[in-house]
């Protein structure tokens, strides 16, 4: 029971700490090769399931992403080791998620909220062809790829182990649809709410593992909330410029 008490508090504090990330003087090159900035940034897991089965094993799954920010992007950089990699929905806007996909969920101002067919927050899901789909409030799916760079590779040994390199703009809550959007300059102590995920699919009809950052709490036993709902994000905190 004490246990039990313990876990509770620390996932409670866990959610009311924000997670520092580094600035970074030098922009970051989108190719997907890591570069000695990095070595500024610090490594964060994606242990939690959040919808289908858990993975096997390491290498049927395993993730991990440390992020920096400048002016211009916050940068992402994810550590991908996947067995199988497939795209089989040539569309980018079709079951995208039934695809692999790196999904990034950003709230830029921490708003919170429900975000599913607004731009209050944005739910990335970039596909291994570096298109990035969301619903709009059409309630329908677009693309979305022209707020990021990515770019990814693997390595020459199987299972993949791929880094993945994501350059994203940040956009106010009063983002319109086919409008002129400005993306926000951002600065330091800006507090962002953000979530990483991977939609891990290995030869089935729908997607196997869809594994994250942070742990959600279920609503009626669903953890597939974040593509709803900006308050399951994690919040981070852009630390001054050195
Ligand atoms: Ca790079
Ligand atoms: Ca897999
Ligand atoms: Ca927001
Ligand atoms: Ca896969």
Redesign the pocket.
């Known amino acids: 029971m004490k246990e039990t008490l313990f876990a509770v508090c620390l996932l409670f504090t866990q959610s009311l700490m924000a997670t520092d990330v580094n600035y970074t003087s030098i922009p970051i090159h989108i190719d997907g090769v890591s570069e000695s900035a990095w070595n500024n940034a610090t490594w964060h897991p994606m242990p939690y399931l959040m919808d289908g089965s858990l993975p096997s094993s390491e290498a049927d799954f395993n993730g991990r992403y440390r992020l920096l920010w400048d002016e211009n992007f916050l940068y992402l950089q994810a550590n991908i080791s996947d067995d199988v990699l497939v795209d089989t929905h040539p569309n980018p806007t079709v079951k995208y998620w039934d695809d692999d996909a790196l999904e990034v969920f950003i ?7 429900n ?1 599913q067919f607004n ?3 944005f739910a990335y899901h970039i596909g291994l062809d570096n298109q990035a789909a969301d619903y709009g409030p059409d309630k329908q799916a677009h693309l979305y790829t022209e707020h990021l760079i990515s770019r990814w590779q693997r390595s020459a040994q199987e299972p993949f182990d791929i880094t993945w390199e994501v350059a994203i703009k940040l956009y ?2 009063s983002y319109q649809e086919n409008g002129e959007n400005v993306p926000l300059t951002l600065s330091e102590k800006q507090v962002i ?1 953000f979530m990483l995920a991977y939609c891990d699919n290995d030869g089935s009809e729908v997607r196997e593992h869809f594994m994250g950052s942070h742990e959600i709490q279920p609503v009626k036993g669903d953890k597939n909330r974040g593509y709803i709902d ?1 308050d399951v994000f994690g919040e981070i905190k852009l630390l001054p410029k050195r």
């Not at 709230?107 to 919170?112: E, I, L, Q, T, V």
Request: aromatic fraction near 0%; charge should be negative; glycine fraction near 20%.
């Open positions: 709230d830029s101002d921490a708003s919170g909220g975000h731009h209050t927050a106010p809550n709410g900006a």
